[in-house]
């Protein structure tokens, strides 16, 4: 195949996935309501709970709506990317992804790509969440918004990866609320989306090492971190570092028999439908 | 085109699915792929379209292995699938030109392949209306110009009539048979309706994993000794 080839097929998702998110638009519209919520609601019964003090990348006082709104914007990108990549293994995408799957493209490629239109399709919801921000005063400076890009990029195909490795692997968590439960709330808890990690510490250390361990506190710093225009290597190099890895195993280790693609139970000593 | 399948065996854990099964199809011919529910249409179609990794014995497709050049063989192959593989919600054309850049096409050549495909299959005016607005018939013609696009050279089809009524599950079957004698498609039909079947086709039966007959239709008959295929298929798989 030749690169044209694969140039064609990588356009091809891309604009199937936004002629979907166009046809889906009011859906998309309403995952927004939920970290609006955050920043509105819980922010403002937070605000005088936490104080913040002056941490890096900030260079003054700032309020708890500054603080949260780079984690809000990871967590936005952490709910669809699981939601889309179990919707990638169990129910609505199916179709496509026998389509896809018919390609004569390699396997590891189309589904890095697919991954990637439905990141792209997320952070499309992430500028427009900061746009609304600026109502209750997050400013970023406005290369920020084109420097924090990358970390956007990397933290939905890191994401997305890790959706697509628990949806084909962990048979347990086949529908939303078990991932919900066991992935999505985890993680955003024990990260710094809410609060410094140094907080963290002082409440209980081994917290603070469980967070350091979480991948989505550095996807988080990193995308605050570009978002003052500032560099960040560690968060930054940590999850270009997960991202490499877990791309690598959910599409070396992505097995169409472990999902319904087939139309059959995800499961090797079931049974399926012949 | 032919393709070639040696000793194939599959197992769900410990649940044997296939078990040696050994076909090769004729180069422009319709095949009908004849099984009840449960004789393993299906999986055999998961291992022809690689959603199903080979567990023992080998698929060649023109002489060329499946596993070691499955790029090759993809281009060569179109698939319907039994369950519906069309997104609802986008046009008939945006379906064909996601279907066309998956291939590697780049936009007018789908553009043009497509509309030429649902010209042919009358579908042409359709082309902007979603999906969700065709009936059963016209979905599944769509799918099939659609796994004709890339100009395959092998055209699979798992139950293509499920859920269609008796007109249009003939009209797709004729259709089909068409295709193949204009264009010298090799097809593979699975079904386990008999009334798909006509006897002069290749027929191949499949049950419990196991492949029963093989060869023409009347052929088969003739040496059961029955008077037409659906009291061979009786006679062989207890069903129909």
């Given at each position: 195949?030749?690169?044209?080839?694969?140039?064609h097929?990588?356009?091809?998702?891309q604009?199937?996935?936004?002629?979907?998110?166009?046809?889906?638009?009011?859906?998309?519209?309403?995952?927004?309501?939920?970290p609006?919520?955050?920043l509105v609601v819980?922010?403002?019964?937070?605000?005088?709970?936490?104080g913040?003090?002056?941490?890096?990348?900030?260079?003054?006082?700032?309020?708890y709506?500054?603080?949260i709104?780079?984690?809000?914007?990871?967590?936005?990108?952490?709910f669809?990317?699981?939601q889309?990549?179990l919707?990638?293994?169990?129910?609505?995408?199916?179709?496509s992804?026998r389509?896809l799957?018919?390609?004569?493209l390699?396997?590891?490629?189309?589904l890095?790509?697919k991954?990637?239109a439905m990141g792209?399709?997320?952070i499309?919801?992430v500028?427009?969440?900061?746009?609304?921000?600026?109502?209750?005063?997050?400013?970023?400076?406005?290369w920020?918004y084109l420097?924090?890009?990358?970390?956007l990029?990397?933290?939905?195909?890191?994401?997305?990866?890790?959706?697509?490795?628990i949806?084909?692997?962990?048979?347990?968590?086949?529908n939303?609320?078990?991932?919900?439960n066991?992935?999505?709330f985890?993680?955003?808890?024990?990260?710094?989306?809410?609060?410094?990690?140094?907080?963290m510490?002082?409440a209980s250390?081994?917290l603070?090492?469980?967070?350091?361990f979480n991948p989505?506190?550095h996807a988080?710093?990193?995308?605050r971190?570009?978002l003052?225009?500032?560099?960040?290597?560690?968060?930054f190099?940590?999850?270009?570092?997960?991202?490499?890895?877990?791309a690598?195993?959910?599409t070396?280790?992505?097995?169409?028999?472990?999902?319904r693609?087939l139309?059959?139970k995800?499961a090797?000593?079931?049974?399926?439908?012949q | 085109?032919?393709?070639?399948?040696?000793?194939?065996?599959?197992r769900y854990?410990?649940?044997?699915v296939l078990?040696?099964?050994?076909?090769?199809?004729?180069?422009?011919?319709?095949?009908a792929?004849?099984?009840?529910?449960?004789a393993?249409?299906?999986?055999?179609?998961?291992l022809l379209?690689?959603?199903?990794?080979?567990?023992q014995?080998?698929l060649r497709l023109?002489g060329?292995?499946l596993?070691h050049q499955p790029?090759e063989a993809?281009r060569?192959?179109?698939?319907v699938?039994?369950?519906?593989?069309?997104?609802?919600?986008?046009?008939?054309r945006?379906?064909?030109?996601?279907h066309?850049a998956?291939?590697?096409?780049?936009?007018?050549?789908a553009?043009?392949r497509?509309?030429?495909?649902?010209?042919?299959?009358n579908?042409?005016?359709?082309?902007?209306?979603?999906?969700?607005?065709?009936?059963?018939g016209?979905r599944?013609?769509?799918?099939?110009?659609?796994?004709?696009?890339?100009?395959?050279s092998?055209?699979?089809?798992?139950?293509?009539?499920v859920g269609?009524?008796?007109?249009?599950?003939?009209?797709?079957?004729?259709?089909v048979?068409t295709l193949?004698?204009?264009?010298?498609?090799?097809?593979?039909w699975a079904?386990?309706?008999i009334?798909?079947?006509?006897?002069?086709?290749?027929?191949?039966?499949?049950?419990?994993g196991?492949?029963?007959?093989?060869g023409?239709?009347?052929?088969?008959?003739d040496a059961?000794?029955?008077?037409?295929?659906?009291e061979?298929?009786?006679?062989?798989?207890?069903?129909?």
């Amino acid at each position: 195949m030749k690169a044209a080839h694969y140039w064609h097929c990588f356009v091809g998702i891309q604009t199937r996935e936004w002629l979907r998110f166009w046809q889906q638009r009011t859906r998309f519209a309403s995952a927004l309501v939920r970290p609006l919520l955050w920043l509105v609601v819980f922010a403002a019964g937070f605000r005088a709970v936490l104080g913040i003090s002056i941490i890096p990348p900030y260079d003054t006082y700032i309020t708890y709506e500054t603080y949260i709104a780079p984690g809000l914007c990871g967590m936005i990108i952490l709910f669809n990317s699981m939601q889309g990549a179990l919707s990638m293994v169990y129910d609505r995408e199916l179709g496509s992804m026998r389509v896809l799957l018919m390609s004569p493209l390699p396997r590891p490629f189309l589904l890095v790509t697919k991954l990637l239109a439905m990141g792209v399709v997320s952070i499309g919801q992430v500028y427009v969440f900061l746009l609304l921000a600026l109502l209750v005063d997050v400013e970023p400076p406005l290369w920020g918004y084109l420097a924090v890009l990358p970390a956007l990029i990397l933290t939905s195909l890191m994401l997305g990866a890790l959706g697509l490795l628990i949806a084909t692997w962990i048979k347990q968590l086949e529908n939303f609320a078990g991932v919900m439960n066991f992935v999505i709330f985890p993680m955003f808890f024990m990260s710094s989306a809410l609060y410094p990690l140094w907080r963290m510490n002082e409440a209980s250390p081994w917290l603070y090492w469980i967070c350091q361990f979480n991948p989505f506190t550095h996807a988080v710093e990193a995308i605050r971190f570009s978002l003052y225009l500032e560099w960040n290597p560690m968060a930054f190099g940590i999850t270009a570092g997960v991202t490499a890895m877990l791309a690598l195993l959910a599409t070396a280790g992505f097995r169409p028999q472990r999902t319904r693609v087939l139309g059959s139970k995800p499961a090797l000593d079931e049974q399926p439908e012949q | 085109m032919t393709i070639e399948a040696s000793n194939l065996s599959f197992r769900y854990g410990d649940r044997p699915v296939l078990r040696e099964v050994s076909f090769a199809l004729t180069s422009g011919r319709f095949h009908a792929l004849l099984g009840p529910n449960g004789a393993g249409k299906s999986t055999l179609f998961g291992l022809l379209t690689r959603l199903l990794a080979l567990q023992q014995g080998e698929l060649r497709l023109a002489g060329q292995s499946l596993k070691h050049q499955p790029a090759e063989a993809m281009r060569q192959i179109g698939v319907v699938f039994q369950q519906n593989a069309l997104d609802l919600d986008l046009t008939v054309r945006q379906n064909l030109q996601y279907h066309a850049a998956l291939h590697g096409l780049s936009r007018k050549e789908a553009r043009a392949r497509g509309d030429r495909e649902l010209e042919r299959f009358n579908l042409l005016e359709r082309a902007n209306d979603a999906v969700r607005q065709l009936n059963g018939g016209h979905r599944r013609r769509v799918e099939i110009a659609r796994a004709l696009l890339h100009e395959p050279s092998l055209l699979l089809l798992d139950e293509p009539t499920v859920g269609l009524d008796v007109a249009s599950r003939k009209a797709l079957n004729e259709h089909v048979r068409t295709l193949s004698e204009e264009d010298g498609l090799t097809v593979l039909w699975a079904t386990h309706l008999i009334e798909e079947v006509r006897a002069d086709d290749r027929v191949l039966i499949l049950h419990q994993g196991q492949l029963l007959a093989d060869g023409n239709g009347q052929a088969i008959c003739d040496a059961e000794g029955t008077r037409d295929l659906a009291e061979t298929f009786h006679a062989l798989t207890g069903a129909g």
